[in-house]
């Protein structure tokens, strides 16, 4: 399922617990998870991968896929043991000429910090399936950093293909519950000057100007 119809079928599904003091919505979630990777962590092993929302009946999961020579993770998953994946989007700071006020202000970081909870399952693709899954893998990361590419994963030889879906496992992760850590969105600031900052990245910045503008428009007007 795509993400648009991922995000456009929430009044239908169950949904995650939320957790935290500043809460993202399960939505502004799915926004942030398509377009960066997230770091697994279970015990003794942490591993930064892809991932995708898929929908199943009225639950969602993350889906993603890992090089097969790490055992001990894909099996800590095929267990059905409860994992963390942490998103991080830190990295994009405002400039401080853009904030209008009387007093100076420093440059102010735009983030959003959080982890999915859930229990792992390790899947049988079949070779269109899988195919299926990095394709769309592919289309989410691509329209970021490669906008202009027309590459898509089937395009590939099918004896390339053969050969490294050999070598990597796909797997699931429920998402049960959904954990803010840390948001930085100019709450602070007045919502005509968080309006005119949006403007400015939208119109002057790339990937990470956009995505600090998306973080900041989750919150105006709260």
Known sequence: MSTTKTIAALDEC???TLKGKDLLSFKQAIELVVVRSGLIII????ISLPFTVERYNRKFVLRSHIPAFNTEIIEYLASENEVEVLFDT???????ALIKRKTPHAPTEVKAVFSIFGKGNVLNLSQHEFIKHLDQVR???QAVYLPDSTFKVHDLPEDYLAENLAAIRAFEISIDVLQTHQLMALKHLELENR?????????????QALEAAKIINFFVGN
């Open 90 to 96: 830190s990295g994009y700071y405002i400039d401080p």
């Open 43 to 46: 015990p003794n092993h942490k």
């Open 139 to 141: 289309a989410c990361k």
């Open 195 to 207: 309006e005119y900052i949006m403007r400015h990245l939208h119109d002057n910045g790339g990937f």
């Open 14 to 16: 169950e949904l995650p």
